[in-house]
Every structure is written in C-alpha cells, then in structure tokens.
C-alpha cells in the first residue's frame, strides 16, 4: 500500500466534512423577522477552525429577552434602504440596507436624541463568503450630538464552522464570523474603541444565535464584555407570511399544557421573565404536544419547541 502522508489524510477528512458557506443575502436580514435578544455575561468564543463543537448551553447572568422587530422602512428613510431595526419598547431604529453583495449599516440610533449616520456604509458581512475568507471595509460618518466626525475599519473573518450547543439542543451547520473594529472620534476621545466580537449563525435564522462582543476604549477608561443570545419569535408577526402562532392551552397553567403542532419537536424549554432557561418534559398525543410546567414557579414564560426546522415560541402564564 502506497505511504500517504497524516497531513494529506488530514486535508483529505477536512475537505469531507459539512462545510457551510454562506451564499447572497444569507446573514441579511428582511422586514418580517423577529427575534427575541438576550443579553448575559460575557463567555469564552472558543477555538477557530473547522468542525467546531461550541457550549453554549448554559450562558450566565441573562436578562429579560427583548423583541427585535426588522420593520419595513418608512417614507423618511434613506432611499437605499431595505430594512429597519427596531428593538424593544424604545423608540430607537437602525436602519440597513440589502445590496447584492453586502449587508450594509447606514444609520443607527442607539439612545433618544442620538444618531450615528454613514456617508460611507459600514459592511456588516458580505457575501458569498467560505471558511476563510476575510475583508476589511472602512466607514465614516457623523455622531449628533455633539455632531463629531467618526472613522474606522471593520474587519471579518469566516474563521470557523460546527456545531453549537444551546440550552434548547445542538444546532448543526453553524458557521462563524469573527469581527475586529477600530471606532475614531476626534472629538470625543472617550469614545474611541476597538470591538473584538464573534457572531454564530444557524442555517435557518440570518440573526446569529450567539454574538460575543468585547469593548475597550482607545483610551483606556472604559472595557465593556457580554454576549447575545437570539431565538427566532414567529409569535405576533405581522409581516411575516409563514409564521403560525401556537396556543397553549390552559392559560394560565398549573401542571400539564396542550400545545397543537404538527411539527417534530426534538426539545422543549421555557424561558422566565429574567432570561433563565428551564427543561420541559413533553410527550406526543396525535397532533399536540403535551408539556408538564408544574415544577416551575409562577410567572410568565416563553415556552420554545425545539423542531427540525427551527424554533416555535409561545407564551403562557404559570399559576
């Protein structure tokens, strides 16, 4: 038998294994789809490369998730724009626009009375992209108020791909961006930073599952850490032409629940009013699930079903 070298048996495997890429428009994001944010405290993102496998099952310190709502833009938006971030009850909307080879930033509004607007777009991903791929773009603009210039680069690498564990089951498929940014305002020092962030994306939803971002400011007075955690909210759509709102029923529940889907559910978890995670056992009766919520303590919850082709979420009362 002919010697093959381990290093070619090794690209050889490599080269057969899953490899997500992430083909026009994938991780743009369309009026229509909403999601619910968590923000907890900060984790490890793990290593780069190839067949990955990522815990993220049980993040720490999650607050109460926050609609995300991508709103059809309104007449007094720019004339390239595509789509609109809304989030929350806050009257804050970011505003993006879907090219054919790019997801671009043209203006957000992070606070009341605040805006940051691009006269050069920032890239947020572009596309098609395969594992190691990388770009660097650069973006400018100006802060109001107090009305600052501001410059920087954006910098992302497709550094890895595999599977990521989620307090609801694993997600395979997963690929990731590693995002390096540098902010510039002369103006205003303080503001100055630099992002180290790392976003997973599932095949079935352009919000990433999971975003990790690391602050710190040029200056060194201010360092900021936390992570991100979406789940698809089909719930209470208004634009979204596929979404089917579940029922729990009773509501409010004591013990056992009925919820009617024809869907194959892998898993199920309830979310509480503080973004903490709690497994649910179910069983199958033709076509409802029923789930047992009588270990969890009263309050409002959002139950996600786990299926084979994303996440269900439907809310309820636990009396």
């Known amino acids: 038998m002919k010697h093959v ?118 890239d947020v991903v572009r596309y098609p992209m395969s594992f190691g791929d990388t770009y660097t773009d650069t973006f400018s603009g100006i802060h109001a108020p107090p009305g600052g210039a501001f410059s920087g680069t954006h910098t992302v690498t497709y550094d890895a791909y595999g599977a990521a564990t989620m307090p609801w089951g694993t997600v395979s498929g997963v690929f990731r961006l590693h995002i390096q940014d540098t902010l510039y305002i002369p103006a205003e020092d303080f503001r100055s930073y630099t992002l180290d962030a790392y976003e997973y994306f599932s095949p079935d939803m352009r919000e990433p599952l999971v975003r990790i971002t690391n602050y710190r400011s040029l200056d060194g007075s201010y360092r900021n850490g936390g992570t991100s955690l979406f789940v698809a909210d ?34 199920a978890q309830a979310i509480d009013a503080v973004g903490r995670m709690h497994g649910i056992p179910f069983t199958r009766a033709d076509h409802e699930l029923l789930v047992d919520v009588s270990a969890l303590t009263p309050g409002t919850y959002c139950l996600l079903l786990r299926t084979d082709t994303g996440l269900l979420p439907v809310r309820f009362v636990k009396e």
């Open 234 to 267: 089909p719930t209470g759509v208004d634009e979204h032409p596929t979404a089917t709102a579940l029922t729990l029923t009773p509501d409010p529940a004591q013990g056992a629940a009925r919820v009617r889907t024809d869907k194959r559910v892998i898993a």
């Open 5 to 122: 070298p381990v290093l070619a048996l090794l690209l050889l495997a490599l080269r057969g294994m899953a490899q997500p890429d992430i083909p026009a428009g994938m991780a743009s994001r369309e009026p229509g789809q909403h999601f619910l944010r968590s923000y907890c405290d900060t984790v490890a993102p793990g290593t780069a490369g190839p067949a990955q496998t990522w815990d993220m099952s049980a993040v720490p310190g999650c607050d109460t998730p926050i609609l995300y709502d991508w709103i059809t833009p309104g007449p007094a938006a720019p004339a390239a724009c595509t789509a609109v971030l809304h989030y929350g009850t806050t009257s804050s909307l970011d505003v993006f626009a879907a090219t054919p080879a790019a997801f671009q930033l043209l203006r957000t509004a992070p606070f009341p009375n605040e805006a940051w607007t691009y006269d050069d777009p920032l």
